[in-house]
């Protein structure tokens, strides 16, 4: 059985949680709308017609929250700020309330002994921005360069952990291609458009913290997948090795100089080629002090003729009947050790932190009491594969939990539970599941 020591006594262990998905207010305290508020109002896009206008209220319970941070036996808290919180409109006009709020939030972590690890992007872009185009607009670099700029002054003073972006990847084929994500808008003009601003964003918010945050520990995340092919065909492999190019490879190359990876790819080769300015690497460059890794599940890639572009197809666990979480996501410690091993892999990063790892169970409540057996083997499974790969050298210096407690997952709306802390959403009330008992014990709380 792992321990924490055998992590060192330098290990940092935290939770992850964002703005988007817990604050609640969404549309008060001089907050403006933000595209998950827009989106979540149109029929069928969230499931149940959920909405965050409360989700959890951390707004109002963020100190009962970080309390419960402190009691499971944690040492971070990671968490985002709502860009339309401090800029309603997304630039211009500052909401001094929100301002207020989040010196109110760091403020808090340090009474509870707790290290800010602050996101400065975790994918609720100001509304007002997307009427402009949102990340397929030009000006959408000037508009985030701004509003780091403000963060990077108000809080750098005490915050001193900085989070670029949360997973890229995510909100850009999410939102921008599939449509299932804020803001709904699909097909590849659009998503390459949005990743293109995207990187430059990763490096130029990098940059404004180098210039403005004095001793900054400054990085961003991405999500993470091994690739692997179904079977050996080629076929299979080179589709696997597309699915490659944009899930695992699309953001942390350019970020390391190294440009889009368009030599494995002739698709995204084209995309830089028809954009000449994708060719100038040296903007999208960062010598980030960190990079964060957040992983949930492998894929399966199979070849398949009928899929327009990517010519690839998922083979899903439930059909390999393969252990899966109740999102249907494979339950694979082995191959979150592979892709750590494959980031670590590229010489230019020197620090790896699991920004997130976690998973969704039906929960059983009963009574005063959470019980997920499934969650605390989850995290057993997952710690024994992270704690392999540093035994064998990867310099990983930290890990975070997804998440502190039950929250609107996105789409899903309030029905998928990720949290070490259940939230009953009608009367606010927080239980810690087992899971969070589990925590506590092994960071050694009680
Ligand atoms: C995101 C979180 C999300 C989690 C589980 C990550 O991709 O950063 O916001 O809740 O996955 O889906």
């Not at 951390?58 to 401090?86: C, M, N, P, Q």
């Not at 001094?96 to 340090?110: Q, S, W």
């Not at 996501?329 to 620090?351: C, H, L, M, R, T």
């Not at 009953?424 to 009330?429: A, G, I, M, N």
């Amino acid at each position: 059985m792992i321990k924490a020591s055998d992590f060192g006594d330098d290990f940092l262990w935290g939770v992850a949680v964002a703005a988007a998905q817990i604050e609640g207010a969404s549309e008060s305290y001089g907050k403006g709308p933000s595209i998950w508020d827009t989106f979540s109002k149109r029929a069928g896009k969230i499931k149940k017609g959920h909405q965050p206008t409360h989700t959890c209220d951390f707004y109002h319970k963020y100190k009962e929250d970080i309390a419960l941070v402190k009691t499971l036996g944690f040492s971070v808290f990671r968490f985002s700020i709502a860009w339309s919180r401090i800029l309603p409109y997304g630039k211009g006009i500052i909401n001094k309330e929100g301002i207020l709020f989040y010196h109110r939030v760091i403020d808090e972590c340090f009474l509870n002994g707790l290290i800010p690890y602050v996101t400065l992007y975790h994918w609720d872009l100001p509304d007002a921005l997307e009427d402009e185009g949102g990340w397929n607009a030009y000006s959408i670099n000037d508009s985030f360069n701004n509003f780091v700029s403000i963060c990077a002054k108000e809080y750098g003073d005490k915050v001193k952990n900085w989070i670029v972006l949360n997973e890229p990847f995510g909100f850009t084929s999410l939102g921008y291609m599939l449509g299932v994500h804020a803001p709904g808008k699909t097909g590849l003009t659009n998503f390459f458009s949005a990743v293109h601003h995207t990187a430059i964003a990763q490096a130029d918010g990098g940059r404004i913290l180098r210039a403005l945050v004095p001793n900054a520990n400054i990085g961003t995340s991405f999500s993470c997948s091994e690739v692997i092919p179904y079977t050996q065909s080629d076929a299979d492999v080179t589709a696997a090795k597309r699915i490659d190019c944009l899930m695992n490879r699309l953001f942390i190359e350019p970020a390391l100089g190294m440009g889009y990876p368009g030599a494995d790819w002739d698709l995204m080769e084209k995309f830089s080629i028809q954009h000449s300015t994708w060719r100038h690497t040296e903007r999208l460059t960062f010598d980030f002090d960190f990079i964060g890794l957040q992983n949930y599940f492998p894929l399966t890639i199979k070849y398949n003729a009928f899929i327009p572009v990517l010519q690839a197809w998922e083979v899903k666990a439930k059909s390999r009947k393969k252990p899966h979480t109740a999102m249907g996501w494979e339950i694979n410690a082995d191959s979150f050790y592979n892709i750590i091993k494959q980031f670590a892999s590229y010489p230019g990063v020197k620090k790896i932190m699991i920004t997130e790892n976690g998973a969704a169970y039906h929960d059983k409540v009963l009574g005063n009491h959470v019980h997920d057996p499934e969650r605390i083997a989850y995290f057993q499974l997952y710690l024994a594969a992270l704690l392999k790969a540093k035994s064998e050298g990867v310099n990983i210096t930290g890990y975070m939990a997804w998440t502190l407690m039950d929250n609107f997952e996105w789409a899903e709306g309030f029905n998928a539970r990720f949290g070490l802390v259940h939230t009953d959403f009608k009367t606010q009330r927080r239980t810690i599941k087992d899971s969070g008992f589990w925590f506590q014990k092994f960071l050694h709380k009680i």
